[in-house]
């Protein structure tokens, strides 16, 4: 057994609380409800999750929607969903950072009346001028040098809807010669006469996410505030912000690098554009890696959860391979899933021996890696489809499938000599013929005789139509995720849909999510979108075979 070594968060965590700076650990997930979370957010919610169950903490849900804009309460049930499926549950400790903006709004007067902030009449432009740059310091606000009275009283009269958007915002006091800029009297509240989802017309000033943030924390009692590596430079602010509010016991923020994967688009604004245009079928179309697509696709929680882990967590900005995460769901359905026979190219074979009218139901093991999924009887016949790419008339060397003169196994029922072809007129094969041996069932000959083929089959009567979907990477993988005008380098093959498939029986039950081996061919789940009774649709998740070396 490996020693798990711990990451450089768990460190800070063992410190903090080895010093007595927290007792506790109490982690959330912060998501704006604004559009689907993807793979990257999924590394957010098991790191903040994992910690807490590590710790014996807590962790919070929490829409962080201060920001009013129309479209936000559709994604609040998406988001809640994926997380609940990811595993990560919030118990009772489900919020709405809009519920506390009483409680901002009295920390921003607590602030004017301490002298750190007060009311600027600049505009965004202004202010952004009056920053300076890395090279020269900012210079004051005329607006700084108000008293603390009449901070008061504008600050509220901005809340009592007297002012224009853009014509006044409160800034915080701290040091217009700051080297980092975010320090140079951020700006933390702005008037916008916007109706929010939750609050509806009761403000008309809104708090900015950098004083929101941490003030959202310390009334959650949050202690590690796990951010990613973009907002570094705006952890001053935050620690300035929770000392400045004096908070008892002030949460702390960690940044991480984000997640990233090659060759797939997480973009918002491109997966939009993908959706508008109908190159695919929604933000769950299974070829994004939208966890609501991941979770159509097929991926399995723990799937995910394996491939995080295998990420590692760290402060290196790096990217991950998609085929990684394809192994973790590969190993995960190895002994999970029921291996079946399903027939993506049908053609049909025709045992001439065999007795007309008759099915035998030959017994199968389910997984043989796995005793618990048991068995089941697959029906044999005389009349029996098999892939199409498994009959050759004229087979180049080492082809030890199907072809004239030829004996092969055909899986877990008995050895079949084939004995030729018919053809339609245009030379397309339509029916494969052959010989059974009848005391070779089970796969085996008595005599001992060894074939070099094993081919997987349905009955013809008893098998279920199906369609199934093939993918591919939507991104062409050899020339990278964008062209050089910007716009995405689709793979015109990422779909490919049979619609002629043929199953065995045992599928017919199949409910939406359902997982399964076709044998020789990869993992499945059954389309929880496009599936209607007796009418299965099935996603390949991930083929059987990788060159991905872990
Ligand atoms: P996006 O723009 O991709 O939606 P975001 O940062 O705007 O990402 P938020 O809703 O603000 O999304 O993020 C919620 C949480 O998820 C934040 O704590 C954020 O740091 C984290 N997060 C977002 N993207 C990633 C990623 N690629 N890897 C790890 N964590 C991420
Ligand atoms: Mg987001
Ligand atoms: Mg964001």
């Known amino acids: 057994e490996v020693k798990e070594s711990k990451n450089f968060i768990e460190q800070i965590i063992d410190k903090d609380l080895a010093e007595g700076v927290y007792d506790t650990v109490h982690t959330r997930f912060p998501p704006e409800p604004n559009g689907y979370l993807h793979i990257g957010h999924a590394k957010s919610i098991l790191l903040n999750y994992g910690l807490a169950q590590k710790y014996n903490g807590k962790f919070n849900l929490r829409f962080d929607d201060t920001n009013p804009t129309k479209e936000k309460s559709e994604f609040v049930e998406s988001i809640k969903a994926d997380v609940k499926w990811l595993g990560a549950d919030w118990e009772d400790r489900l919020f709405f950072a809009s519920n506390y903006f009483d409680q901002m709004y009295e920390a921003a007067v607590k602030l004017i009346k301490k002298g750190k902030a007060y009311v600027s009449d600049l505009s965004a432009e202004q202010i952004r001028e009056y920053r300076g740059s890395l090279t020269e310091p900012g210079k004051e606000d005329p607006g700084s040098v108000r008293s603390v009275e009449e901070n008061l009283a504008l600050f509220e009269d901005m809340k009592a809807g007297k002012y224009e958007d853009g014509s006044k915002v409160l800034r915080a006091r701290i040091d217009m010669a700051s080297p980092n800029i975010n320090m140079r009297d951020p700006v933390i509240y702005r008037v916008a006469h916007m109706s929010h989802q939750n609050t509806g017309d009761k403000w008309c000033i809104y708090p900015m996410y950098d004083f929101a ?28 912000v929770v000392r400045e509010l004096e908070y008892p016991h002030p949460p702390k923020q960690i940044e991480f690098a984000k997640l990233y994967l090659t060759n797939v688009v997480t ?44 990420c590692g967590i760290s402060k290196a900005q790096s990217s991950a391979d998609y085929a990684m995460l394809e192994y973790c769901i590969r190993e995960d359905l190895k002994t999970k899933a029921p291996r079946m026979m399903a027939i993506l190219d049908p053609v049909k074979l025709v045992i001439d021996n065999y007795p007309e009218g ?37 087979p180049p060397k080492k082809y030890f499938r199907m072809f004239p003169g030829n004996e092969v196994r055909l899986m877990n029922a008995y050895f079949v000599k084939c004995t030729g072809c018919v053809k339609d007129e ?21 005599d001992g005789r060894k074939v070099k083929g094993t081919i997987h089959w349905v009955s013809a009567a008893e098998s279920v139509k199906a369609q ?31 619609t002629e498939c043929r199953l065995e029986p045992a599928f017919a039950k199949a409910q939406a999510y359902d997982r399964f081996q076709f044998v020789r061919q990869g993992f499945f789940c059954v389309d929880c979108k496009d599936t209607k009774p007796g009418k299965p649709v099935f996603n390949r998740i991930v083929s059987l075979k990788s060159s991905y070396v872990l």
């Open 426 to 446: 245009n030379g397309k094969v339509v029916e494969v013929h052959g010989t059974y041996d009848p005391e070779s069932r089970g796969g085996n000959s008595p």
């Open 468 to 498: 199934v979907r093939l993918y591919e990477n939507i991104i062409d993988e050899e020339k990278g995720v964008y062209n050089e005008d910007g716009s995405l380098n689709l793979n015109p093959n990422s779909l490919t849909t049979l």
């Open 358 to 394: 008759q099915t035998e139901m030959l017994p199968v093991v389910n997984n043989p890696e796995n005793e618990a999924l048991g068995s089941r009887e697959v029906p044999f016949g005389k009349e029996l489809y098999i892939e199409r790419d498994d009959f050759m008339e004229e």
């Open 213 to 240: 943030h941490p003030i959202e924390d310390a009334i959650e009692g949050v202690t590690h505030s796990i951010c990613t590596l973009e907002f570094e430079d705006h952890r001053p602010l935050y620690d300035w």
């Open 267 to 310: 973009g918002k604004r491109y997966i939009k554009k993908l959706v508008e245009q109908g190159i695919v079928d929604g933000w769950d179309d299974p070829r994004l890696v939208s966890i609501a697509a991941l979770r159509r696709r097929g991926f399995t929680p723990e799937s995910i959860k394996k491939f995080v882990e295998l």
